[in-house]
């Protein structure tokens, strides 16, 4: 440990009243500490596995009245009119914590941040949200370092990943959230300027959003279609796996293979769940016509009712294998973990344009089609033979 403090921290989140900011993904507060204020602006940037990278713009001030003078003209999306923005933001929210601070060295000598902040979130109107979490903040070096101390910090469980800042959970209480609606997995969105590559990737990163997501959202209320899409979403990057499996070695994701596979197995009682549903909806009407109909009905029942609680599926959601998963797929992604399993002619390949690979994986598809389609009329053919002999 090369560094220890201690200090609370008072922040007032600022907006217009129409969220314009938020509508751009930006957020505006300004943070007091002693008799210090400092603005910050924080742009859009992507969140992958609770990993936030996001650009953001400090500026010291003798005040909690924000100056927007002070941020670079490039910060500010295209278009936004700064001036006339000054004259209509006004306090949203509040985050005030005691925050415990520690710089670490780690063995590759990056420099991490560890805090822990314990506090609330408040609104002027009674929002409140209680503050508990960690965060991770890469001062020199790797990003693989925060990642090998998330890994030991979520060793003995108690902690999960989380996908929303305290900004988030402000905005939230100030709008009065009533809970994201489930959503079902969709296609993956990519086009022919991409390599292999970047389509894999990017496949990777809509399905682990997608999970966390619909995690997020099971945390928050027992939503069981929740926890379906979060299967949805593990399939989505099994497959992905499989369909870049000619490019990329199997030895490169074995380890990740291993871990999708148990958790799927951990999550297959939702599958049955949704099928005894299905049974006893309307009052049992696809089993009416059965002369044991009230027998299997309470079997059904006791069988669902013996399906894992909420409680049960939260404490997993908190497990340590659970969370490391989750931080070995993120790191795996961001990293490029299968590039050092890769040949030069690999390589090559993936950063082929998209639509080369898939023209021939399609004419691979279509080719392997027809040679199944020749020996299963073959077959059909010596059985006819061996018939009409008979």
Same mark, same amino acid.
């Given at each position: 440990? *090369?560094? +220890? /403090?201690?200090?609370? @921290?008072?922040?007032?989140?600022?907006?217009?009243?129409?969220? =314009? $900011?938020?509508?751009? &993904?930006?957020?505006?507060?300004?943070?007091?500490?002693?008799?210090?204020?400092?603005?910050?602006?924080?742009?859009?940037?992507?969140?992958?596995?609770?990993?936030?990278?996001?650009?953001?713009?400090?500026?010291?001030?003798?005040?909690?009245?924000?100056?927007?003078?002070?941020?670079?003209?490039?910060?500010?999306?295209?278009?936004?009119?700064?001036?006339? *923005?000054? +004259? /209509?933001?006004?306090? @949203?929210?509040?985050?005030?914590?005691?925050?415990?601070?520690? =710089? $670490?060295?780690?063995? &590759?000598?990056?420099?991490?941040?560890?805090?822990?902040?314990?506090?609330?979130?408040?609104?002027?109107?009674?929002?409140?949200?209680?503050?508990?979490?960690?965060?991770?903040?890469?001062k020199s070096g790797q990003t693989?370092?925060?990642?090998?101390?998330?890994?030991?910090?979520?060793?003995?469980?108690?902690?999960?990943?989380?996908?929303?800042?305290?900004?988030?959970?402000?905005?939230?209480?100030?709008?009065?959230?009533?809970?994201?609606?489930?959503?079902?997995?969709?296609?993956?969105?990519?086009?022919?300027?991409?390599?292999?590559?970047?389509?894999?990737?990017?496949?990777?990163?809509?399905?682990?959003?997608?999970?966390?997501?619909?995690?997020?959202?099971?945390?928050?209320?027992?939503?069981?279609?929740?926890?379906?899409?979060?299967?949805?979403?593990?399939?989505?990057?099994?497959?992905?796996?499989?369909?870049?499996?000619?490019?990329?070695?199997?030895?490169?994701?074995?380890?990740?293979?291993?871990?999708?596979?148990?958790?799927?197995?951990?999550?297959?009682?939702?599958?049955?769940?949704?099928?005894?549903?299905?049974?006893?909806?309307?009052?049992?009407?696809?089993?009416?016509?059965?002369?044991?109909?009230?027998?299997?009905?309470?079997?059904?029942?006791?069988?669902?009712?013996?399906?894992?609680?909420?409680?049960?599926?939260?404490?997993?959601?908190h497990a340590s294998r659970y969370?490391?998963?989750?931080?070995?797929?993120?790191?795996?992604?961001?990293?490029?973990?299968?590039?050092?399993?890769?040949?030069?002619?690999?390589?090559?390949?993936?950063?082929?344009?998209?639509?080369?690979?898939?023209?021939?994986?399609?004419a691979q598809s279509w080719k392997?089609?027809?040679?199944?389609?020749?020996?299963?009329?073959?077959?059909?053919?010596?059985?006819?033979?061996?018939?009409?002999?008979?």
């Amino acid at each position: 440990m *090369l560094q +220890q /403090r201690q200090k609370n @921290l008072g922040n007032i989140y600022y907006d217009t009243p129409d969220f =314009l $900011l938020r509508r751009h &993904d930006i957020g505006l507060r300004v943070r007091r500490y002693d008799d210090v204020y400092v603005q910050t602006l924080k742009t859009a940037g992507r969140v992958v596995a609770g990993l936030h990278q996001r650009p953001e713009y400090n500026a010291e001030l003798d005040s909690p009245v924000p100056d927007l003078s002070l941020i670079p003209a490039d910060a500010w999306p295209d278009g936004l009119d700064v001036n006339a *923005l000054s +004259q /209509r933001i006004n306090p @949203l929210f509040s985050t005030d914590f005691e925050r415990q601070q520690w =710089l $670490l060295a780690m063995p &590759d000598s990056s420099q991490v941040e560890l805090a822990f902040d314990s506090g609330e979130v408040t609104t002027d109107a009674g929002g409140y949200d209680p503050i508990c979490e960690v965060e991770l903040e890469l001062k020199s070096g790797q990003t693989d370092a925060l990642f090998v101390l998330a890994r030991e910090l979520a060793e003995n469980g108690g902690l999960r990943l989380g996908n929303l800042s305290k900004a988030a959970r402000g905005y939230r209480l100030a709008t009065g959230y009533e809970g994201d609606p489930v959503k079902p997995l969709t296609m993956v969105d990519v086009n022919d300027r991409l390599s292999v590559e970047q389509s894999f990737v990017h496949a990777l990163e809509h399905a682990l959003e997608h999970w966390h997501y619909h995690e997020q959202i099971y945390v928050e209320r027992p939503e069981q279609e929740a926890i379906f899409e979060i299967c949805n979403a593990v399939s989505l990057i099994r497959q992905a796996l499989v369909l870049f499996g000619g490019l990329i070695p199997r030895r490169a994701s074995a380890l990740l293979r291993q871990e999708l596979q148990w958790l799927e197995g951990e999550l297959s009682w939702v599958y049955e769940a949704r099928a005894i549903e299905r049974l006893l909806d309307d009052k049992g009407y696809f089993l009416r016509k059965l002369s044991t109909q009230k027998p299997l009905m309470a079997k059904l029942k006791a069988r669902y009712e013996a399906l894992p609680e909420r409680a049960e599926v939260l404490e997993l959601l908190h497990a340590s294998r659970y969370c490391n998963l989750l931080l070995d797929l993120s790191r795996w992604i961001l990293t490029r973990g299968w590039q050092p399993f890769l040949d030069d002619k690999a390589r090559e390949k993936l950063a082929e344009p998209l639509r080369q690979f898939a023209n021939r994986s399609l004419a691979q598809s279509w080719k392997s089609c027809c040679l199944c389609l020749h020996w299963v009329m073959s077959w059909i053919a010596s059985v006819i033979w061996i018939s009409s002999r008979a």
